[in-house]
C-alpha cells in the first residue's frame, strides 16, 4: 500500500521560506514520478512542480518558476520542496502524489496521479 506523507508547512511571513517534505513508503520510489500540487480555499486543485524517476527533469508551474525547487532523494524515499520568496498567493494546502512510470509534461496533470497525500497547510502572511 503506497503512503505519502507531506511535513514542513506552516506560518512565515511574506519573502520567507518553507521546506516541505513527502517521504514515501510501501512502493519501489525510484519507479515514481512526483508531484507538488496545492489548494487554496474554493479553487481547483493545481500543479505546483514535478520531478520525473530519476530527478533528471523537473517541471514548474508559471507562477513558482525561479522562486520553488523540487528535489529527491531515492536513497531515502522522500521528495523535497524548496519555496523561496513566498507570497500570501502562495497560501494552500500543499498535496504529494506519486505516478507510477510517469514520464513527460504528464506528470503536470492532477489526473496522472492515483496516489496522494493528506496534504500540509501553508500559510504566508502579508
Known amino acids: 500500500q503506497v503512503q505519502l506523507v507531506e511535513s514542513g508547512g506552516g506560518l512565515v511571513q511574506a519573502g520567507g521560506s518553507l521546506r516541505l517534505s513527502c517521504a514515501a513508503s510501501g512502493l519501489t520510489f525510484n519507479h515514481y514520478a512526483v508531484g507538488w500540487f496545492r489548494q487554496a480555499p474554493g479553487k481547483e486543485r493545481e500543479f505546483v512542480a514535478a520531478i520525473r524517476l530519476n530527478g533528471g527533469t523537473t517541471y514548474y508551474a508559471g507562477s513558482v518558476m525561479g522562486r520553488f525547487t523540487i528535489s529527491r532523494d531515492n536513497a531515502k524515499n522522500t521528495v523535497f520542496l524548496q519555496m523561496n520568496s513566498l507570497k500570501p498567493d502562495d497560501t494552500a494546502v500543499y498535496y504529494c502524489?506519486?505516478?507510477?512510470w510517469g514520464v513527460g509534461a504528464s506528470i503536470t496533470y492532477v489526473n496522472s496521479y492515483d496516489d496522494w497525500g493528506q496534504g500540509t497547510q501553508v500559510t504566508v502572511s502579508s
Open positions: 502524489a506519486a505516478d507510477l
